[in-house]
């Protein structure tokens, strides 16, 4: 009996999927046949923001092949950087009837109601990567990402400590330390946190100055044109903080067009830790990277198990990261992956 059942409700789920993938197409999702994955029982709907930087692809990829590694469906719709496809694509995971939804929130804002839907629908969701801003905390089960708050700290520290002299120096030369911020996407946690930890530890330093920031939207070309529009604006600049290093990378171009030394006479410090920043911070062009692990397949398509097998899982919890320094032994950096 028991069987039968099973068997419609996979029919059932068939017919939805195929509606579904071929609606989801219009959001880049990537279909997926039942042929071509296992069917593990467990179908996991999974809203990602888009593709905007090399941390973006590989944690996408990480999610598949997590889920590829433990025989879970995964049901992959690529929001192409738009709330409103990631709000259809949840609701197409409602009317699929996935076992468990999992998201990567592309801003805090805009949740409610589909979240209410799915909880309507008896899907438990798991937010990850950024978090959301919800009036009922209960619509999520939990979060499992990066603590942006610490990154942006991590960052304040290391400017803090690099300026120690020019600090030092400032009550008799008046000379202001002028940091240029590349900000993340606007409205998005991580962006929110990491601006929110880089000020609170250089609040109380009235040596510092933050004269420019502006969102690149953490894509490298926008990162480029910023750098390109602050160096028209200042030829006085000690320092960039950036959000991530796809900006950071095109900012560094910007900055050698123009004839300066990134890392030597513009200071950087930038979050993420892919290989190209590592590559830079060999290289003396950057000073500082903030790890912002985005390899968290295995934990996400783990907690979603757990979820859908009926458990609670932890509120919040973020991954393991470090911060690379220019006075590290840099030969220890593992190759990164992204
Ligand atoms: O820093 C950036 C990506 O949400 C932590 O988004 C992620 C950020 C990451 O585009 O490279």
Same mark, same amino acid.
């Given at each position: 009996?028991?069987?039968?059942?099973n +068997?419609i409700r996979?029919l059932?789920?068939?017919?939805?999927?195929?509606?579904?993938?071929?609606?989801?197409v219009?959001?880049?999702?990537?279909?997926?046949?039942?042929?071509? %994955?296992?069917d593990?029982?467990?179908?996991?709907g999974?809203?990602?923001i888009g %593709?905007e930087?090399?941390w973006?692809t590989?944690?996408?990829?990480?999610?598949? $092949?997590?889920?590829?590694?433990?025989?879970?469906? *995964?049901?992959?719709?690529?929001?192409?950087q738009?709330?409103?496809?990631?709000?259809?694509?949840?609701?197409?995971?409602? %009317?699929?009837?996935?076992?468990?939804?999992?998201?990567i929130?592309?801003?805090?804002?805009?949740?409610?109601?589909?979240?209410?839907? %799915?909880?309507?629908?008896?899907?438990?969701?798991?937010?990850t990567?950024?978090?959301?801003?919800?009036?009922?905390?209960?619509?999520?089960?939990?979060?499992?990402?990066? $603590?942006?708050?610490?990154?942006?700290?991590?960052?304040?520290?290391?400017?803090?400590?690099?300026?120690? $002299?020019?600090?030092?120096?400032?009550?008799?030369?008046?000379?202001?330390?002028?940091?240029?911020?590349?900000?993340?996407t606007?409205g998005?946690?991580?962006a929110? /946190?990491?601006a929110? /930890?880089?000020r609170?530890v250089?609040?109380?330093?009235?040596?510092f +100055?933050?004269?420019?920031?502006?969102?690149?939207?953490? *894509? +490298?070309?926008?990162?480029y044109?910023?750098?390109?529009?602050f160096?028209?604006?200042y $030829?006085?600049?000690?320092?960039?903080?950036?959000?991530?290093? /796809?900006?950071?990378?095109?900012?560094?171009e910007?900055?050698?067009?123009?004839g300066l030394?990134?890392?030597?006479d513009?200071?950087?410090?930038?979050?993420?830790a892919?290989?190209?920043?590592?590559?830079?911070?060999?290289?003396?062009?950057?000073?500082?990277v903030?790890?912002?692990?985005?390899?968290? /397949?295995p934990?996400?398509?783990?907690?979603?198990?757990?979820?859908?097998?009926?458990?609670?899982?932890?509120?919040?919890?973020?991954?393991?990261?470090?911060?690379?320094?220019?006075?590290?032994?840099?030969?220890?950096?593992?190759p990164?992956?992204?």
């Open positions: 009996m028991i069987h039968d059942k +068997r996979k059932f789920r068939i017919i939805i999927f195929t509606i579904l993938t071929s609606c989801l219009g959001c880049g999702a990537q279909k997926k046949s039942f042929s071509q %994955a296992e593990s029982g467990i179908i996991v999974f809203s990602q %593709a930087s090399a973006r590989c944690n996408t990829r990480s999610v598949q $092949d997590a889920a590829a590694e433990r025989g879970v469906q *995964l049901v992959y719709a690529n929001a192409e738009k709330q409103e496809n990631q709000i259809k694509a949840l609701r197409s995971f409602i %009317a699929y009837q996935v076992d468990v939804i999992a998201f929130p592309i801003v805090t804002d805009g949740w409610d109601n589909v979240l209410q839907e %799915a909880r309507d629908a008896g899907i438990p969701v798991l937010v990567d950024r978090k959301i801003d919800v009036a009922d905390q209960s619509l999520y089960a939990g979060f499992i990402g990066t $603590d942006s708050l610490k990154e942006g700290r991590d960052a304040g520290l290391f400017i803090l400590n690099k300026f120690k $002299d020019k600090r030092e120096r400032f009550a008799e030369t008046n000379e202001y330390i002028n940091i240029v911020e590349l900000f993340g606007e998005s946690s991580v929110i /946190g990491r929110e /930890g880089f609170e250089l609040k109380g330093h009235p040596e +100055r933050i004269v420019y920031s502006k969102s690149g939207d953490f *894509l +490298r070309s926008k990162g044109e910023l750098a390109v529009e160096l028209g604006m $030829d006085d600049i000690d320092a960039i903080f950036s959000h991530n290093d /796809g900006m950071s990378l095109g900012a560094i910007a900055i050698e067009e123009r030394r990134p890392g030597t513009i200071v950087i410090v930038t979050i993420d892919q290989q190209a920043a590592i590559d830079a911070l060999r290289a003396g062009k950057v000073n500082c903030i790890e912002c692990n985005p390899k968290t /397949g934990e996400i398509i783990k907690l979603a198990e757990r979820l859908a097998a009926g458990e609670n899982i932890p509120r919040l919890q973020y991954v393991h990261e470090e911060v690379f320094y220019e006075t590290d032994d840099l030969s220890l950096i593992e990164r992956g992204y």
